[in-house]
């Protein structure tokens, strides 16, 4: 029997933090129903789920897995022309050119404030490799960015 009022605790607590993380992977398309798709199996798990050291690191996972069997285009925002405040033009374009593998360590530490270690239980890694992901994904950024001119 789950307990309902747990779960939803549980799940308004992860559902942000879900979508902020799921969206640099999965895109604005995908990102609802993959964060939908990921609570819906937390609810039919949720014995197992609660009883995880990072259940919002393991459901993302799933939301991840459940977008792919439906491969898009990634795109961060709705609108093509999004002006973000804070953020150089040029800055989103070069993320999504970015492999899965550093865009993903990229947006999970700089973009949702995940530790090494959360980003490193969420893709089934190491920390050294979280690690190696986000220096390689940071300097490919910064090379691109001076490429068009973004930043000194």
Same mark, same amino acid.
């Given at each position: 029997?789950?307990?309902? +009022? +747990? $779960?939803?605790? $549980?799940?308004?607590? !992860?559902?942000?933090?879900?979508?902020?993380?799921?969206?640099?992977? /999965?895109?604005?398309?995908?990102?609802?129903?993959?964060?939908?798709?990921?609570?819906? #199996?937390? $609810?039919?798990?949720?014995?197992?789920?609660?009883?995880?050291?990072?259940?919002?690191? #393991?459901? #993302?996972?799933?939301?991840? =897995?459940?977008?792919? %069997?439906?491969?898009?285009?990634?795109?961060? $925002?709705?609108?093509?022309? /999004?002006? @973000?405040?804070?953020?150089? +033009?040029?800055?989103?374009? %070069?993320?999504?050119?970015?492999?899965?593998?550093?865009?993903?360590?990229?947006?999970?530490?700089?973009?949702?404030?995940? =530790?090494?270690?959360?980003?490193?239980?969420?893709? +089934? /890694? %190491?920390? %050294?490799?979280? !690690?190696?992901?986000?220096?390689?994904?940071?300097?490919?950024?910064?090379?691109?960015?001076?490429? @068009?001119?973004?930043? !000194?």
């Amino acid at each position: 029997m789950v307990d309902r +009022d +747990d $779960f939803e605790r $549980f799940a308004a607590d !992860a559902r942000p933090r879900l979508q902020r993380a799921l969206l640099g992977v /999965v895109g604005v398309d995908a990102v609802e129903d993959a964060v939908a798709e990921a609570l819906a #199996y937390g $609810f039919e798990h949720w014995a197992r789920v609660r009883e995880m050291e990072n259940p919002v690191g #393991y459901l #993302y996972r799933v939301g991840r =897995s459940r977008a792919r %069997s439906r491969r898009r285009p990634v795109r961060l $925002f709705l609108e093509p022309n /999004v002006v @973000i405040p804070e953020v150089d +033009d040029g800055v989103v374009e %070069s993320l999504l050119r970015l492999p899965e593998s550093q865009r993903t360590a990229v947006w999970l530490v700089h973009g949702c404030a995940w =530790s090494h270690r959360e980003v490193a239980d969420v893709l +089934d /890694v %190491s920390t %050294s490799t979280v !690690a190696t992901h986000l220096a390689r994904g940071t300097q490919r950024l910064r090379e691109e960015l001076r490429r @068009i001119n973004v930043v !000194a």
